[in-house]
């Protein structure tokens, strides 16, 4: 694999001005397909979930999910746009194994939702507007497993499998138009972005708006031009961007990327790009063009969707809380400073501290947890903390195994990274690992003698007044327990020692 | 004339009603037809119009209506009326437990593993099913000599085509192999074999049929429909197939009208019918057009209102529909690739790719008017030429719609003669493709305008003393006056020719050596 030559990023920004377009695809979850009667589930065993029409057996027909449609709808909605009165579904014509008609069905030029919008708050509060050129739907193809030849492509594999559970799964597909002016924030731009789709979709509950399934994918196109140049630069499209933090390497690699070529004189080809997250980088894909020709025709098996305005005004009604609206009311509801909610947003765990909240934990227990102990954990590990399966319960038994003094917060972090490591549950990895803290006063006063004999002038001190002298005496009592003693209890027995008021 | 043969001439209404007064069993009258096809449609001279038997279960589903008529009772009485007549099932159409070829290479030996809409109706009305009739291959041509399993021959003379696609399901019918067939219709797959056999065969309404099952030629284009000996017949047949399935989205929500009763009722008398200036004169064979004329006469005494109408825009029908079909063929028959199921022909040297595998199955599974028209469409649908080809044609499918709807503002039903020739030699206009599309001049719009056709027997041209069809055209989910009319007009004809016309065709030949050479039969090689 070679590697392309890359600026960096600040002298990219220096020369350059990105103008970003997105695809995002969201797998709507319905109960069943958006042509057939077969379920719609991740991860079965392949070839289960499918019935003759998703085989694309001689003789079926497709017949339109109604509920998709609605999902779509709310959708669109939901991003500000025009629903079509009435829109029709068309056929992509290509020959490829994972579609078994060998045509995708797929809205073409007469998308279900145009024309809308979303407002994307930036770190530090800039809100960023992202216009939205279309949403449409489609049908996803079954999933191809390369086997033998390199990197799992197609070329050079000895054989492939084709598992059709995903072949007709309904997709909605939201376009953009180009996002122009983000400049240097153009990466956050991007990550931000994504993350509202997602947060929408979500908050919809039209899918299950897992990125690591495959629920939200998302295809950056990235273009660059000299500053102050109105026509656009040459494209690349980088597929399958499926991590928050993926999209916003992805667009910083390309813009980098770009910068290069554009610096060496040559021409940015127009083509797609493969994303790998371990080398963070992409590599040439297939070359696209305007040209690709996949004989678009209106699906003649399916009739017009005509969507009501009566039909939309229902749809309309049933939405639930703009994204925006929510995070004003949870800031206000777990009485966060402005600084502390927009970190918790930043790091995409919002919903998390929303859920660790609503299984029992307090506002401050659940902040405590995931931006103290788990945000990092994750940055360490390169996902989004989301991805690494804490499970709100979890947060809850081990807050509530310190607050009831059984465990200290030092050794409750090393309880999570038990649980993180598949130990068990708190309670069980307290039990094997032999944590828990000492209540015993027998062994503590030994320690508290052994410090007042050894810091004799500390003691003095304390005696004398100066109270807050203590923590020295405390230390070494920590020191000597291995942090298995309950600091609090600590404090009482020396003042109780020393015949001092706390 | 031997008991049986009496018996595998009687229309399905006859048989129904024998049926039901126990003059006769469903076993008796299968086992007849079974002795029928055996005796007639195998051998280099046999009629050929069944690709597959299906005697088991045919006779298993006739045993069982007889068992349950002999028990009597709520569940002999709630039997369907054609209960243990048999059908054959034209092999477009999907069946479980028997292969379905669609008369292609690509899909020899396939099993479907499910049922088209239409035959769990049949099943569901407990009609013990014959088998499977030949075509021409995905139902792509006029005279069933694309079929690649060999041509069906007409039973009015061997050595002429039975027209096509539906050749086979006509033949059969003719034959006396069948009472009642399944065929479908793209562009008058049902009607020109009907008129060049002396059978009936009806398109239905778009939409009215479901199309579930039925291997996709056009999908804006096909329909299933009846083929039988009478106008009674195919009305009886086509409230069993009819009527909306949710698994078609573009089969209509209306109720099916009572077509039975329009064909019993039968009644011109004060209608306007109009002749279609466009579809009759020149390029019509002489004995067609007399045949014509003489059925108008027919009508015009039993107190119809003759009306010319013109519909100027038919003449851009055939060039149009040549576009549209193929553009949905192309895209139709994408899915036989050879990676899921059916034939899968490996390249001869390496690399072995996807695409080499694909185009090597395609290569050698498809004949060659399938692959003609493929690249046509292929060719239509391509950026840059889609606006000119396709969009035109999706046009001119308008224009032919007004014309339909500006000449029923005029008259209730229209007429025409279904087809411009009488049979033509088999071979004689294999290799001239425009010469076998113009076949279809007259049956085409219908199809672009999604309205009701019928064809019916019209008699013998002088000049070949073969059969002439008589085309009835009806408004969009009007189909019930197509039997009103062609009920009347079959009577009257019929009181003419003293008896029906196929009484007029030769005997065949049969053969008690050799049974039908079938893929039953191949398959058990």
């Known amino acids: 694999m070679s590697t392309d030559a890359t600026l960096s990023f600040e002298e990219a920004m220096e020369k350059y001005d990105p103008v970003l377009g997105f695809e995002v695809h969201v797998e709507l979850n319905t109960k069943t397909k958006m042509f057939s009667s077969a379920p719609n589930v991740f991860g079965d065993e392949p070839n289960t979930n499918v019935n003759e029409v998703d085989l694309g057996m001689p003789g079926v027909l497709p017949v339109v999910n109604k509920t998709a449609i609605e999902s779509s709808i709310k959708i669109g909605l939901a991003l500000n746009c025009k629903i079509a009165e009435t829109c029709r579904f068309a056929r992509k014509n290509y020959f490829y194994p994972d579609t078994p008609k060998n045509f995708q069905t797929s809205q073409y030029d007469e998308p279900i939702a145009y024309d809308g919008y979303l407002d994307i708050e930036l770190s530090d509060g800039t809100v960023f507007r992202v216009e939205i050129e279309r949403a449409h739907m489609e049908e996803d193809a079954g999933k191809l497993t390369h086997m033998g030849g390199a990197a799992g492509r197609i070329q050079g594999a000895d054989y492939s499998l084709v598992d059709y559970n995903r072949s007709g799964v309904p997709l909605v597909e939201i376009v953009t138009k180009p996002i122009q002016g983000a400049g240097s924030r153009a990466p956050e731009l991007a990550k931000a972005y994504v993350a509202a789709v997602r947060e929408i979709v979500k908050n919809l509950g039209v899918s299950d708006a897992k990125m690591e399934r495959g629920n939200v994918r998302c295809d950056a196109n990235v273009s660059l031009r000299p500053h102050g140049r109105e026509r656009f630069g040459i494209r690349s499209e980088t597929k399958n961007v499926n991590s928050l933090r993926a999209v916003e390497h992805a667009v910083r690699y390309e813009i980098q990327r770009h910068a290069a070529v554009l610096d060496s004189g040559e021409p940015v080809i127009q083509e797609t790009r493969h994303w790998h997250e371990d080398t963070r980088s992409t590599t040439s894909g297939r070359a696209k063009s305007d040209a690709d020709d996949y004989r678009y025709f209106p699906e003649p098996d399916l009739v017009p969707i005509v969507a009501s305005r009566e039909w939309v005004e229902e749809l309309r009604a049933t939405l639930p809380e703009p994204p925006a609206e929510r995070r004003k009311r949870l800031q206000a509801d777990w009485g966060y400073s402005d600084l502390e909610f927009r970190d918790v947003v930043n790091a995409g765990v919002m919903d998390e501290i929303e859920e660790t909240i609503a299984a029992g934990a307090t506002a401050t227990v659940a902040r405590k947890w995931w931006m103290g102990e788990i945000v990092g954990r994750a940055k360490n590990a390169d996902v989004d903390p989301g991805q690494l399966g804490v499970k709100p319960e979890t947060i809850v038994e081990l807050n509530k195994m310190v607050e009831a003094g059984k465990i200290n917060n030092k050794m409750a972090a090393e309880v999570l990274d038990g649980v993180l490591a598949g130990e068990g549950t708190p309670a069980e990895i307290v039990e094997k690992r032999g944590l828990a803290v000492v209540s015993d006063d027998g062994p503590l006063l030994e320690a508290i003698d052994a410090a007042l004999a050894a810091q004799p002038d500390v003691a003095d001190k304390i005696r004398g007044g100066k109270v807050q002298a203590i923590g020295a005496i405390v230390g070494a009592v920590m020191k000597a327990t291995r942090g298995q003693a309950d600091a609090g209890r600590v404090r009482e027995l020396i003042l109780e020692r020393l015949g001092v008021e706390g | ?525």
């Open chain 2, 1 to 525: 004339m031997t008991e049986n043969n009496v018996l595998i001439r009687l229309s399905a209404a006859a048989l129904a009603r024998k049926l039901a007064a126990g003059e006769v069993t469903s076993v008796e009258v299968t086992q007849a037809y079974l002795d029928r096809i055996a005796a007639v449609d195998g051998g280099p001279r046999g009629v050929h119009a069944f690709l597959h038997v299906n005697t088991e279960e045919a006779l298993a589903v006739a045993a069982e209506v007889d068992a349950i008529r002999a028990a009597g009772g709520a569940p002999a009485a709630e039997l369907h009326e054609l209960a243990g007549v048999p059908i054959a099932v034209k092999d477009l159409i999907v069946t479980i437990g028997q292969p379905t070829t669609a008369g292609s290479k690509i899909l020899e030996g396939w099993h479907s593993p499910y049922d088209a809409t239409v035959v769990k109706r049949l099943r569901d009305a407990k009609m013990p099913i014959l088998g499977k009739t030949n075509l021409d291959e995905f139902a792509m041509g006029s005279s069933t000599e694309h079929s690649a399993y060999g041509p069906t021959r007409n039973p009015w003379d061997l050595d002429r085509i039975p027209g096509g696609s539906g050749g086979g399901s006509a033949a059969a019918v003719a034959a006396f192999e069948a009472p009642l067939a399944l065929g479908t219709d793209t562009g008058g797959s049902i009607r020109q074999p009907g008129a060049v056999t002396g059978t009936v065969g009806v398109k239905p309404t778009y939409g009215s049929v479901s199309r579930y099952g039925a291997i996709a030629m056009a999908s804006s284009l096909d329909q299933i429909g009846p083929v039988s000996r009478t106008v009674l017949d195919s009305a009886l047949l086509h409230q069993v197939i009819g009527g909306h399935d949710p698994h078609d989205s573009t089969s209509l929500p209306d109720p099916l009208e009572d077509l039975v009763a329009a064909a019993r009722l039968g009644n011109v008398d004060g209608m306007k019918i109009g002749i279609i200036k466009e579809l009759h004169g020149e390029g019509y064979q002489a004995g067609v057009e007399n045949r014509f004329n003489e059925s108008l006469e027919l009508l015009k005494q039993a107190g119809a209102e003759i009306v010319e109408v013109s519909c100027p825009n038919f003449k851009y029908a055939l060039g149009a529909y040549y576009l549209i079909m193929p553009s949905e063929a192309s895209s139709n028959l994408a899915k036989f690739d050879g990676v899921r199921y059916g034939l899968r022909v490996l390249p001869k040297d390496a690399p072995l790719t996807i695409e080499r595998v694909m185009g090597a199955t395609r290569a050698a599974g498809f004949g060659d008017e399938v692959k003609r028209r493929i690249i046509l469409g292929t060719y239509a649908l391509s950026a840059g030429y889609y606006d000119a080809y396709y969009g035109s044609a999706q046009k001119v499918r308008t224009l032919i719609q007004r014309d339909f709807e500006a000449a029923f503002a005029q008259a209730d039903v229209l007429i025409s003669p279904t087809a411009p020739t009488t049979a033509f030699k088999l071979g004689e206009k294999l290799n001239d493709p425009l010469a076998m599309y113009l076949n279809d001049v007259a049956t085409i719009p219908a199809n672009m305008a999604g309205v009701p056709g019928l064809s019916l027997p019209g008699g013998l041209a002088d000049e070949d003393g073969l059969p002439v069809g008589i085309q009835l055209l009806a408004p969009a989910r009007q189909d019930a006056r197509l039997y009103r009319v062609g009920a009347v007009l079959e009577s009257l004809l019929e009181a003419q020719w003293g008896g029906p016309l196929l009484d007029k065709a030769p005997e065949l030949a049969t053969s008690v050596v050799e049974p039908a050479e079938t893929l039953e039969t191949q398959e058990a090689k």
